[in-house]
């Protein structure tokens, strides 16, 4: 059978697995760009569903609000793509889930959909955790291709939850 990620990715998921598991804690994301690719490397791996709690796929701005109950004006005066949003939606995945620790992830993967002020392969990150504060990374990923950003993105997501635990 061929796996659905690269190595880095599959490793970093497992690491990240066994490292949760360990502290007993469980894991939720919120999607955008990645559009579940986070969770779909955490899951690709058996025996995930005691860490994995539950993912929120959000990749439009409605769901965005719905979802996560990241305010709509915020979403207007900042951008979907912000650091903003992007701590309110890894805090909202937080509150709506039974999970000790979040990752959110919103970006421009390309090809299209860049502007000047937000380029194709700027991607925000935040992490909210039950015990601190929520911690946001900014990536301007120079990768030309859609599928590149999305799974450095992906890498990038693991990293930050394991610095988490």
Known sequence: MTALFPLEIETLARLLLDEARARGWRITT???CTGGLVVGALTDIAGS????DRSFITYSNRAKTEMLGVPGDLIA???AVSEPVARAMAEGALSQSNAHLSVAITGV???GGGTALKPVGLVHFA???TNGPIRHREERFDLADRTDVRLASVRVALEMLRERL
């Not at 569903?49 to 994995?52: A, E, H, I, R, W």
């Open 127 to 129: 992490t909210a955790a």
């Open 49 to 52: 569903s005691d860490v994995v």
């Open 109 to 111: 993967a390309g090809p």
């Open 30 to 32: 919120a999607e955008s």
């Open 77 to 79: 005066d900042m951008g």
